[in-house]
């Protein structure tokens, strides 16, 4: 059996026009992290971060999977040696739309959670969601409660951490795709794996500031690195 666990970040969306986290300047579609990807900031200012998640969840219309996305849906649906999951830290929905283009659901975790989904505020139930979030949006599970973005901000809880670490510790291939490695605990993942024996590849336009982790770096843009890889793997099946 050679399971593969594959972590993707901000890079493998850029090639789609999706705006990274960390660039040069540190701002974030111009604002700081804190004021609008925290707990904190959305209490202090419901209108601003819904309007942050607003923006980024209409630009999804205007946008789609690029040939890395693809090329990971092509090895889901035709890898047999083992099973193969994809943890995105990427809220956007291009890993969803190029599993369905191959026609195979599942075998996808948004760790960081979803732009288009929303969570109600009192149950905690979350929903499908692609229009705008006010500050008053009536929750359909609560008539006396409000929807929030269906994101993990910092200082929250990522998701389906227990499935994550299981399929870390059965992985022998883990592959990090596209991410900076500065966002715990996702920036942890590769240690569990080796532990666990995996090989561990980082495909990225730089190294990453826990490179020195891993057994193998593929410098280059994720639409070039990834389908070669994914086709060497294939190949060699
Ligand atoms: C938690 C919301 C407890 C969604 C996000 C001190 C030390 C260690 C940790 C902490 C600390 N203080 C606080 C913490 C915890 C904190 C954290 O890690 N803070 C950091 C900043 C220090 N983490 C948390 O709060 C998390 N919760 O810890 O709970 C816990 C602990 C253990 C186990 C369980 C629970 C919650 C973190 C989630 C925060 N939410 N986003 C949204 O709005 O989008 S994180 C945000 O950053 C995004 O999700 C994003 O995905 C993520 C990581 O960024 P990257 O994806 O890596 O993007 P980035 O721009 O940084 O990098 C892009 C990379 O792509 C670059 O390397 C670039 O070179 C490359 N690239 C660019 N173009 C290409 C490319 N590669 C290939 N091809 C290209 N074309």
């Given at each position: 059996m050679k399971n593969i666990v594959i972590l993707t970040g901000a890079g493998i969306s850029a090639e789609s026009g999706l705006q990274t986290f960390r660039a040069a300047d540190g701002l974030w579609h111009g604002h700081k992290i804190d004021d609008v990807a925290t707990p904190e900031a959305y209490a202090r200012d419901p209108n601003l971060v819904n309007e942050f998640y607003n923006a980024r969840r209409r630009q999804l219309s205007e946008v789609k999977p690029n040939e890395a996305h693809l090329a990971l849906a092509k090895l889901v649906k035709n890898w047999h040696r083992g099973e193969v999951l994809i943890v995105t830290q990427?809220?956007?929905?291009l890993h969803d739309r190029a599993a369905k283009e191959y026609g195979v659901?599942?075998?996808?975790?948004?760790l960081h959670g979803e732009l288009l989904k929303a969570r109600c505020t009192k149950t905690n139930f979350p929903t499908e969601w692609h229009g705008d979030i006010l500050p008053?949006?009536?929750s359909p599970f609560d008539k006396t409660a409000t929807l929030r973005p269906h994101i993990v901000w910092f200082g929250e809880m990522p998701f389906d951490m227990d499935e994550i670490y299981k399929a870390l510790l059965k992985s022998s291939l883990f592959l990090s795709i596209g991410?900076?490695?500065?966002?715990?605990p996702a920036s942890s993942f590769v240690e569990i794996a080796k532990r666990s024996g995996a090989h561990t590849v980082e495909f990225n336009i730089e190294p990453s500031v826990?490179?020195?982790?891993?057994?193998e770096t593929r410098i280059g843009k994720a639409t070039e690195t990834v389908p070669a890889y994914v086709d060497e793997l294939l190949r060699n099946e």
């Open positions: 990427n809220v956007d929905d659901p599942g075998h996808l975790i948004h008053d949006t009536v991410t900076s490695g500065n966002v715990h826990g490179n020195s982790l891993f057994d």
